[in-house]
């Protein structure tokens, strides 16, 4: 027993020192892979991912964010966006350029991904950057009310097409006033709130089977849902588009759904006879798939931030 006692004691000494000395050997002797075009271990992309998280919550814990629902914060968040994210985040129905491409970590598609942060860790983040993310410090080039304005523009990007982006830029560019039907401010909810009072997920998923929509595509939660003909519909929520050109909005789901031909002529999407409100219903089922706060902040103009 005495025996066991003392190994266990010099087990306990010595593990530590050989963790240590082995992260002070990979460190000195190069081995790790540092070339930008080669991921990270998943152990060390995971540990590096949530120490960012966690520490931009803990230091923009002390920020309140002003009122950003202003057309003027939003005209002038869109050119610096424009000039100096653009680039490397890409916009609304455009790709991110090469820079952002060859960056590790990968620059976010910000359209999407800014629903995990509020307001508050947004300004944090443009105004302090990132370390080792390529994401600068834009505090030597901004003003704090010009960061609050990208902030505000961030959060309506979100619910733009990219013809409206590309209108936005040019009424800007141009100093043109934007078209009839294209706002700084989105003063609809593009069938939000109809979604979530009428429509119904249970009877969605039902109409999905009942349609047979399933053949062509993979649908989680629906029987038998395994066909590869169309995209896989898992974690739909989150998209920013459907059919790679629609805004991914309620009113634009239930339009394609009901008539995909009149939208996108030719698409091997068919016509089946789909009413309104059995559209309605499938896209109240399709947004419950996925991450619920992402797909909620996306959808819900008005939930707090």
Not at 146 to 161: D, F, K, N, P
Not at 264 to 281: F, K, Q, R, S, Y
């Amino acid at each position: 027993m005495r025996f066991f006692f003392r190994c266990l004691t010099w087990a306990v000494i010595a593990i530590p020192i050989g963790a240590v000395l082995g992260v002070i050997g990979v460190i000195f002797s190069g081995v790790y892979p540092i070339a930008a075009n080669r991921p990270h271990l998943g152990i060390v992309a995971g540990a590096l991912t949530t120490f960012q998280k966690n520490a931009v919550k803990r230091y923009a814990a002390g920020i309140d964010a002003p009122p950003l629902a202003d057309s003027t914060l939003v005209r002038i968040g869109l050119v610096h966006y424009h000039d100096l994210c653009m680039p490397c985040h890409g916009s609304p129905g455009i790709e991110r350029q090469v820079i952002g491409r060859g960056l590790n970590p990968a620059a976010p598609r910000l359209a999407v991904e800014v629903s995990e942060w509020t307001d508050a860790q947004l300004f944090w983040i443009v105004r302090n950057g990132l370390k080792m993310t390529g994401m600068p410090a834009f505090s030597t080039a901004l003003a704090d009310d010009e960061i609050w304005a990208v902030v505000a523009y961030l959060r309506r990007q979100v619910h733009l097409s990219r013809r409206e982006y590309e209108a936005m830029v040019r009424a800007v560019q141009t100093g043109t006033e934007l078209p009839p039907d294209v706002r700084w401010l989105e003063d609809d909810d593009r069938g939000r709130r109809l979604l979530l009072t009428r429509g119904d997920p249970e009877r969605g998923r039902r109409s999905i089977e009942a349609f047979g929509c399933g053949t062509c595509h993979v649908i989680p939660g629906v029987r038998g849902a395994r066909g590869l003909v169309g995209p896989p519909l898992t974690r739909f929520a989150e998209r920013h588009y459907i059919a790679g050109t629609l805004l991914n909005t309620p009113e634009a789901l239930v339009a394609w759904i009901v008539n995909p031909q009149a939208i996108e002529p030719g698409t091997v999407m068919p016509n089946l006879g789909v009413t309104a409100d059995e559209a309605l219903d499938i896209a109240a089922f399709l947004y419950t798939l996925g991450d619920p706060s992402r797909a909620l902040q996306t959808l819900r103009t008005d939930l707090d931030r």
